[in-house]
């Protein structure tokens, strides 16, 4: 027989237990005391039962809430002989006070004073001691890795502005939306809203820093931009070394809460004493000192006796986040052999807000196989550090429904059932057909406006022309002109591609007619080989890199009828050949009628009158990068870069008498950048560049050797240019170019208590100049900061103000202001200067 209870009856008895539970605990409280009745602040009170603790505070004094009855209590603290008293708690609240006796061998060497630090930092000192040990127990293991990446976006929507309209029920009709189906497209659009990445992939280690991932098995599900997958080789969460590199993550290293001088950046303080598996582990709350990009808050657990991590969950917090706002580090520790403790489970948070969306990731990498001392075949380790097989990608769900160890949580098994059902449809013959003539069908906007295009899904390939509004265009010589362009692309399954775009319009003023074709093919992807050939009658500007005002100038310009082949291999790894070959035929625009609204803007001067000639050029440039580090995918390489300088050789030839050449000259140079990171004190890069005219014979004026003059306000890229050079310079002599920029990222204004919240960015920078003709010498410095904007959830903007100071050999002393834009590469993830 069924009983039953009725509500009232279960809602006064829940009401009872709890009073009665309430009334059951009881309350002990005391001191813990050394031989001369000194208090002990931070001692540690561990109850073996309950297998949990407490601590006394900073006058010896403790608080615990316990039921009756009888009771191990654990008592220690450091310089004193644990001990342990059996108590029997009984039914009313106690008193017990619990004296310590000092250790004879710490009573040799420490002088025990009443006032103690927080014995947090007595742990932390003695996992600092022996951080050496357990960074350098592991000299070789090979592992699996499970990987699950996820992302939920939540976009708000705009509330409308107003009282909500009521509805007029004389409005409603038969045809109503259904509800469930509303619900149904809901539910289906909030599923769209999870990307979803899994990885299955076998990691090789080699003391001391030395990896190599083998991805096996790779699944996505959606966009996977604003996943967070680590590359093992560039971001290791190793926190036994003074700095953790989060390359991709964070703008400058994290210092470690266990590093040589963590004390000078954390607080500590010791919140718990656990006891697990037999071993008492030690909850330390860790707080940063200074809110900074290099630091971090949480919590660390440590062991006690081994004196190792055994678990940690720590956060930063926007500060020197490159593209979240908050990113949570979980790490757990697992004891493989007595000693060796390794990573055993990874979990990492992150959070980015764009205006009224949220997206939030969560990845967790699972460890499995650990084999600890593998025998790894010679050479294995090298600059590839990350290899992805073809059959990693062709993996189906009963694979990872076999393979997952973290399981997915039910909004996630929703997500692959819809895209899975989905991803079939859009596969389909028949969806993809009805698709393609719905693109390919031109429509008025498309012909007037947008521009016309026709799409071949089976060939991956399509073809756009421009519309009749976009045919307008404007050149600095003549003013307006009136054209078509139009391009094709078509993709190969092994990620080679084609692409041609050609173009052809007329001058409004001077009734000429101009174009320029191309076709460019990636027929390498593995090796980035590529080549190209462009034809085509224009006007060129001498010094396309010349200040913008000059870009505007006539005299800036020649009219130019050329034909080029280019083409650009990686030889071996790191090392890249560029060659060019170029034929033109050169004239002045002194005929045309040049005159344009730019006169309006600008000082206009005349056209640059010479003789036409025809130009045989050559390029050949070599470049090399010590160490490339890259991944490899089934059909194309990914470069991620080296910590070694990139080397620079640049030959450009004119010939004479090939094809009617009329030109005569050899240019050299070197050059030599490198990007360094120095560590919290921030990014440097430098850029060194010396070369000269090896023959001159027949060299014309459009080919010299030229330095940019720089922008009024306007800051130039200042890896390549000058700040404060007041005009334009040309050589055919000895010149030595040098750059120098370093970004302090925060780590000199974040020491500045109230500038530290403008969340500003210090830098500064150098630039020389040396041309042997003239005996010309150049060199300004500037300094000045920066500011990052978010412009949305993973695009960044750099706003800077700088101020520069100039001097040279031929002029006085001079300062100004400059102002810089700059956003950040997503795909390289870095800023361009």
Aim: charged share 25%; proline share 4%; net charge positive.
């Amino acid at each position: 027989m069924k009983s039953s209870t009725h509500p009232a009856f279960g809602f006064l008895g829940g009401i009872l237990i709890f009073v009665s539970s309430s009334v059951k605990a009881q309350s002990i409280s005391g001191r813990i005391v050394d031989e001369n009745n000194n208090p002990i602040p931070y001692a540690n009170i561990f109850i073996q039962e309950e297998n949990s603790g407490v601590s006394s505070n900073a006058g010896g004094e403790y608080f615990i809430t316990i039921d009756p009855g009888f009771y191990n209590f654990v008592v220690s603290s450091m310089g004193y002989k644990t001990q342990k008293f059996g108590i029997q708690v009984p039914d009313k609240p106690m008193k017990m006070d619990f004296q310590l006796t000092s250790s004879a061998i710490e009573l040799n060497e420490v002088e025990v004073k009443v006032k103690r630090r927080d014995p947090a930092y007595e742990i932390i000192q003695k996992v600092i001691e022996n951080k050496e040990k357990s960074r350098t127990t592991l000299n070789s293991a090979r592992t699996q890795i499970y990987l699950k990446a996820s992302e939920v976006v939540d976009r708000k929507k705009k509330k409308e502005a107003g009282p909500p309209k009521e509805e007029d029920p004389d409005e409603k009709k038969t045809g109503d939306i259904d509800p469930f189906e509303e619900a149904r497209k809901k539910e289906l659009a909030r599923l769209e809203q999870i990307n979803l990445v899994e990885m299955q992939l076998t990691l090789n280690y080699l003391y001391p820093d030395q990896y190599k991932e083998e991805r096996t098995a790779y699944k996505r599900y959606g966009a996977s931009a604003g996943l967070f997958i680590p590359v093992f080789s560039e971001t290791d969460f190793n926190f036994y070394y003074n700095l953790v590199h989060l390359k991709g993550i964070s703008e400058v290293p994290m210092i470690s809460p266990i590093s040589r001088t963590a004390i000078v950046s954390y607080k500590y303080k010791l919140e718990q004493t656990l006891k697990e598996e037999g071993k008492v582990v030690y909850k330390i709350k860790v707080s940063a000192r200074k809110a900074g990009d290099a630091t971090c808050n949480g919590f660390l657990f440590i062991n006690d006796s081994t004196w190792n991590i055994n678990r940690l969950e720590l956060t930063l917090h926007k500060g020197g986040l490159k593209f979240f706002d908050d990113f949570t580090i979980r790490q757990e520790y697992k004891e493989v052999e007595e000693g060796l403790w390794i990573p055993h489970r990874q979990e990492f948070d992150y959070v980015t807000k764009s205006g009224k969306s949220t997206f939030r990731g969560n990845t967790v990498l699972v460890y499995s196989q650990f084999e600890r001392n593998y025998a790894f075949p010679s050479k294995f380790f090298g600059n590839e550090v990350a290899v992805t097989t073809a059959e990693a990608y062709k993996k189906d769900s009963a694979f990872w429904n076999h393979t997952r160890p973290a399981p997915l949580t039910e909004d996630q098994y929703k997500m692959i059932r819809h895209r899975d059902s989905v991803e079939a449809v859009l596969n389909s013959k028949k969806y993809q057909d009805s698709i393609q003539a719905k693109f390919n069908r031109v429509t008025v906007g498309e012909v007037l406006y947008h521009g016309v295009g026709f799409r071949n899904y089976e060939n991956k390939s399509s073809f756009y022309i421009s519309g009749l509004l976009n045919i307008l265009d404007f050149a600095v010589v003549g003013g307006f002109r009136l054209g078509p362009h139009a391009s094709y692309f078509r993709k190969f399954e092994n990620e080679r591609w084609i692409a041609t775009r050609g173009s052809i319009n007329m001058g409004i003023k001077n009734n000429d007619l101009q174009g320029a074709s191309s076709i460019w093919a990636l027929y390498n992807p593995y090796r980035l080989a590529w080549g190209g050939l462009s034809v085509g009658r224009q006007f060129q500007s001498i010094n396309s890199f010349d200040a913008y005002l000059n870009q505007l100038s006539i005299s800036n310009y020649i009219l130019h009828d050329y034909v080029e082949v280019r083409h650009r291999k990686e030889l071996f790894n790191g090392f890249y050949i560029q060659t060019d070959a170029n034929f033109a035929d050169r004239s002045s625009v002194r005929g045309y009628d040049a005159t344009s609204p730019l006169q309006y803007i600008i000082d206009e001067d005349d056209p640059i009158d010479f003789r036409g000639y025809q130009a045989t050029i050559t390029h050949l440039n070599f470049s090399y990068t010590p160490f490339q580090k890259f991944m490899t995918e089934p059909n194309r390489k990914i470069v991620l870069g080296s910590k070694w300088p990139t080397f620079h050789f640049t030959h450009r030839k004119g010939w004479k008498d090939i094809f009617g050449s009329d030109v005569d000259f050899d240019y050299v140079e070197f050059m030599v950048d490198q990007k360094i990171p120095l560590g919290t004190l921030g990014t440097s890069k430098y850029t060194i560049q010396f070369g000269k005219f090896a023959n001159s014979k027949t060299l014309p004026f459009v080919d010299l050797k030229r330095f940019r003059q720089s922008d009024r306000y306007l800051m130039s890229a200042p890896m390549h240019s000058f700040q404060l050079l007041d005009t334009a310079l040309n050589t055919t002599d000895w010149f030595l170019e040098a750059h120098y920029m370093h970004h302090f990222n925060g780590a000199m204004i974040n020491n500045i208590p109230l500038v530290k919240k403008l969340k500003l960015r210090t830098v500064a920078g150098a630039g020389f100049m040396w041309i042997r003709e003239n005996n010309y010498r150049h060199q300004e410095v500037l300094g000045g900061v920066e500011r990052i904007f978010k412009v949305g959830p993973r695009r960044r903007l750099k706003l800077g103000l700088y101020g520069v100071v100039s001097e040279s050999n031929f002029s006085a002393p001079r300062a100004d202001w400059k102002v810089s834009i700059d956003l950040i590469d997503t795909w390289k993830r870095d800023w361009s200067y």
